[in-house]
């Protein structure tokens, strides 16, 4: 069975700009979480979206934003990129919305460079 | 505030000899602990989860972990070490406000030498 799928693999983009990540969960998952790994440090948890609907949201600016579809699927979208929001973002999937006793499953990421 | 904590940036091991990576926490009520294992340009992979149950919980490639609810900590080992085991490892606790908010250690690198 295919794993969380995320893309692009690698995104270059310049101060300003506005980006769309996107994430497709393990099948049957329909829980769908947004992190973000700075370099040398832990992932940051963004977004958690379960059944299209938003269920919980860190510490992160309103440049942030993200969405989940019918299929499951979702984007991650930041606008007015700054030098800072370069970083490796990750998505993960799990079953249930508060997660139970189940992990998160995650996928490769995308690697973000701000110029 | 939920947090977890990774004392040792990097951890060094001879192949053979036995690992442990530690990590402490702190949470309200029970808590649900997880380590992760990231090797370069990939995502986390999932190694070993306590919930509830016995301290001593085993998890994927020979991997354990000892749940101690007094010390608060929750240290990853292994009999017996793998150069291949050498990538970057992270601790994590659910946190408690109702949906699926991992938090996260700062990581620990471990380098397995042949």
């Known amino acids: 069975d295919a794993g969380v799928t995320q893309s692009p693999t690698h995104l270059i983009k310049t101060r300003g700009q506005h980006v769309t990540l996107r994430c497709s969960p393990i099948s049957g998952h329909k829980s769908v979480s947004w992190y973000q790994q700075v370099l040398g440090q832990g992932p940051q948890f963004i977004f958690q979206?379960?059944?299209?609907?938003?269920?919980g949201r860190g510490n992160f600016p309103d440049r942030f934003s993200a969405r989940q579809f019918p299929n499951y699927s979702s984007e991650l979208n930041v606008n007015a990129l700054l030098l800072g929001d370069s970083a490796l973002y990750l998505c993960?999937?799990?079953?249930?919305?508060?997660?139970?006793?189940?992990?998160?499953?995650f996928g490769d990421g995308t690697r973000l460079s701000i110029l | 505030a939920q947090s977890v904590a990774q004392p040792e940036d990097q951890v060094n091991v001879a192949e053979g000899n036995p690992l442990t990576v530690k990590c402490t926490y702190s949470?309200?009520?029970?808590?649900?602990l997880f380590w992760y294992v990231q090797y370069p340009n990939r995502g986390l992979q999932f190694l070993l989860k306590?919930?509830?149950?016995?301290?001593l919980v085993k998890g994927s490639y020979g991997f354990e972990a000892e749940f101690n609810k007094s010390q608060t900590s929750f240290h990853l080992k292994k009999p017996s070490a793998l150069v291949s085991d050498s990538a970057l490892y992270f601790c994590a606790v659910r946190g408690n406000l109702g949906y699926n908010k991992l938090i996260f250690g700062a990581g620990t690198r471990l380098a397995v030498h042949p």
């Open positions: 993960a999937s799990s079953l249930e919305p508060s997660g139970g006793s189940q992990p998160q499953h």
């Open positions: 306590y919930i509830t149950g016995d301290n």
């Open positions: 979206y379960y059944e299209k609907e938003e269920r």
């Open positions: 949470v309200s009520g029970n808590p649900y």
